[in-house]
């Protein structure tokens, strides 16, 4: 069986390149709001993590927060899951200083970085 994740990163290289070519494609991005429960591979989220400032800009903030949150839930203990969310966040929209400050800070902790 095909693992979902893969899935994931295939449907936003999907959705980017539809965008590029001048379609926003709204059903797309309901397809991987559906898969996005499904994903279990942090590997997975890494990749899509380093692309999120880039390459996946063009996916809307709550979406992309939506799939950093996933990463976060699989991989609880990991400070890259939680600081990729937190600096993702910083600065989107001041409803989420609060919170990326506070995910930076606990990632900081875990590698014990900062006070």
Do not use: C
Request: glycine content about 6%; cysteine-free.
């Amino acid at each position: 069986m095909e693992r979902p994740t893969h899935r994931l990163i295939e449907l936003l290289d999907q959705f980017v390149a539809t965008n590029k070519a001048g379609h926003w494609d709204q059903e797309l991005l309901a397809r991987i709001g559906a898969l996005l429960p499904h994903g279990d591979d942090p590997g997975e989220f890494v990749l899509i993590a380093d692309r999120a400032q880039e390459e996946y800009f063009i996916i809307p903030v709550d979406d992309m927060i939506a799939i950093l949150r996933r990463w976060v839930a699989i991989a609880p203990t990991d400070p890259n899951a939680k600081r990729a969310l937190g600096v993702y966040m910083y600065g989107k929209a001041s409803e989420y200083d609060e919170e990326s400050q506070a995910l930076i800070r606990e990632a900081d902790a875990a590698e014990g970085k900062g006070a």
